[in-house]
């Protein structure tokens, strides 16, 4: 009975860890994104290519890249797992590359105003799987574009 | 610090490009080490963000970028245009950075 409890108790109680400090995490992590969103308000991101002005002579280009590696919770893989049964979206990977194309956007935004620019033109982002699915990498890389 | 010029861009604002000198290239093929492979395991339990893994990540693509920029450098250019950078999953547990440009000479 008490190992029949054991091999039960384990999974169960990782999932419980997993549900509650991964639901802190996703909210600190929302409310950081919506702070540092409006504080970068006035960098301007394009994903075009930069055309050329009469001023060009004045101006500067500098290479930014970004990344993160995010995961979910053992509580929302395991919905996952659920959702993989009935079909349909998976709503925590959805929010999850979410929040991290978000934040990796305001890591581009916060080099490009430490550099003290204010325009980042032909932004491409992209995620990559890694660590046999352990994690999701978003990267993001454009160039800052500066008046000297 | 090297004074090659990077960008994404096909050129260089306030700069003429003179001469393509072709495609450039840099990779490296990175595994972390088995603590922190622990470590992040740990915390995958809760979810976030696994800042093991971005440091090697954004160490590796900086190693690679210095390749490529190395590359451009013994063809005597001064600058990389267009690059693009490409990640992929080579194993289990070691993932590829790649990141490719074309190397000029622009005044």
Known sequence: MMSFLLSVGWPILLLLIGWMFGRIKIRNHRTRLDRFETDLKQIRLHNVKYKGTNNDANMTAHMLNASLVLSIDVFQRFLATLTQLTGGEHCNYTDLLDRGRRDALIRLKTQAKNLGANDIYNIKIQSASIGAGKGIEILAYGTAIKST | ?107
């Open chain 2, 1 to 107: 610090m090297s004074d090659v010029i990077l960008t994404n861009l096909e050129h260089i604002p306030g700069k003429q490009v003179t001469t393509h000198l072709g495609l450039v290239q840099g990779n490296t093929v990175r595994a972390k080490h088995i603590g922190r492979d622990i470590a992040s395991s740990l915390k995958n339990i809760v979810g976030g963000e696994l800042h093991a893994y971005t440091e090697l990540l954004t160490d590796s693509r900086q190693q690679a970028v210095d390749r490529m920029v190395e590359a451009a450098e013994e063809m005597g250019a001064n600058a990389v245009v267009n690059i693009r950078f490409s990640t992929s999953s080579v194993s289990a547990g070691a993932s590829e950075l790649y990141v490719y440009g074309t190397a000029v000479i622009v005044d």
